[in-house]
Structure formats: structure tokens, C-alpha cells
């Protein structure tokens, strides 16, 4: 079965660092995510990109954050200078559609530590 | 605003044991409710969604709309149903509850 990939699965920065986490959807995907899962707390909806473009995002998905889909396959997201509240587990995800019944597939995670 | 509640973070049953995960959830519309869970250092996977009305390695779940509810159930539980089972509603983005740690003891 087709599976969404994530890179790194652990990345450890220092604080104010430039961070890449990056995801490879599910090829016939047309729709893909960004949530985050700090421990302990709830996974929350950052942002959904679609033809190119962000289609919604959350209050948490402020200025520093990013995503781009550099080319055919690969859908990144930048944090561009890190805090430690960033530290989190990062989940990447995708779906053909957005019409009800859709599954959003999910990626296992990059865990990000700020220190 | 749409809200999930997912009232126990663990709960514990014997093996054979009937097994209820409880979810709250709050939503204007008409809402889209799914169960995702997560194996341990697993990928989170869609267990079941209210839409299809189907049953998922024994579970279910049924929407109550007057309790606005949506509790997953299974009449027997295994000791490979432990994991972490995360209740979420929406289409467009998902919202999910806090979650709740399943551990099915032998």
C-alpha cells in the first residue's frame, strides 16, 4: 500500500536555526498537510496546500513557517528560525480529495528537537 | 469551533474484555467523524469514519447526533488492539481529540 515518507525522523537544532522537514505524498494525492503533535498534547492542523498553493491555515502556522512542493514529488515545510516551543513531532499527510468519506494518510513523523 | 473530547487518556481492560473509547465532539454542521490510531512508533492510521458505517478489525462506532457522540467500541478485546486511539472530526482539516491510551492487559 502506498505510504506517505517523512525525513529526517529526528532532527535536534539549536534555537534560531532554519529548519527543512520533508515529505513525499502519496503520488496521486492532490491535497497535503502539515500537523503537529507537541508531547503530550493534542495534533493540531497547521496548514493544507493544494495546486500550489496554501488552501487554509491555522493560527499556529505563523510567518515563520513555509511550505513549498519544490518539485513533482517532495512537499516541504521550513520553520524559519527556531524557538523551543517548536519542539514537536511534525506529521506530514496527503489525500486524493477533500469531499466527505476522504482518508488523509499520514507520514510517521519527524520529531523536532529545539535546544 | 469545532472541539473533540476524548474524556480518559488511559484506560486498561483484560484481554476478551468489552472495550469503549469515548468521544465528545462539538460542530455547528453536520459532522464528519473519524478514528485514527496509533501503534506504538507507528504511523497514525484511519481505523473507521462514521460516513462508511463499516467495522475495522472488530470495532465500531456509531454516531449519536442528540449526544453528540461518537464512541468506539469493540466486544472483545485483543492484546494487539493496544495502542493509542485518537478520535477527529472535519474534512478539510482534521481536528482531534486528546486521545486515549489502550492497553489490553492478558
Known amino acids: 500500500e502506498p505510504e506517505v515518507t517523512q525525513t529526517p525522523s529526528h532532527q535536534v537544532t539549536q534555537m534560531g536555526q532554519e529548519v527543512i522537514l520533508r515529505c513525499v505524498p502519496i503520488s496521486n494525492h492532490l491535497y497535503f498537510y502539515w500537523y503537529r503533535q507537541i508531547l503530550g498534547q493534542k495534533v493540531e492542523f497547521l496548514v493544507s496546500f493544494y495546486n500550489n498553493e496554501i488552501s487554509e491555515k491555522s493560527e499556529i502556522f505563523d510567518d515563520q513557517f513555509s511550505v513549498e512542493r519544490p518539485d513533482g514529488s517532495n512537499f516541504t515545510l521550513k520553520i524559519r528560525s527556531t524557538k523551543l516551543e517548536d519542539s514537536a513531532m511534525y506529521f506530514c499527510a496527503s489525500s486524493f480529495n477533500r469531499d466527505r468519506g476522504n482518508t488523509i494518510y499520514f507520514g510517521e513523523g519527524s520529531w523536532l528537537t529545539v535546544v | 469551533a469545532q472541539r473533540v473530547t476524548q474524556p480518559e487518556k488511559l484506560l486498561s481492560v483484560f484481554k476478551g474484555a468489552p472495550v469503549e473509547l469515548k468521544c465528545n465532539y462539538s460542530?455547528?454542521?453536520?459532522?464528519?467523524l473519524f478514528w485514527y490510531v496509533q501503534y506504538s512508533r507507528q504511523r497514525l492510521q484511519l481505523l473507521l469514519r462514521?460516513?462508511s458505517r463499516e467495522s475495522i478489525k472488530g470495532f465500531t462506532a456509531d454516531l449519536n447526533k442528540g449526544e453528540t457522540s461518537f464512541h468506539l467500541k469493540k466486544p472483545f478485546a485483543q492484546e494487539e488492539d493496544s495502542a493509542m486511539y485518537y478520535c477527529a472530526l472535519g474534512t478539510r482539516q482534521l481536528t482531534f481529540g486528546s486521545g486515549t491510551q489502550l492497553t489490553v492487559l492478558p
Open positions: 462514521h460516513i
Open positions: 460542530y455547528s454542521g453536520s459532522p464528519e
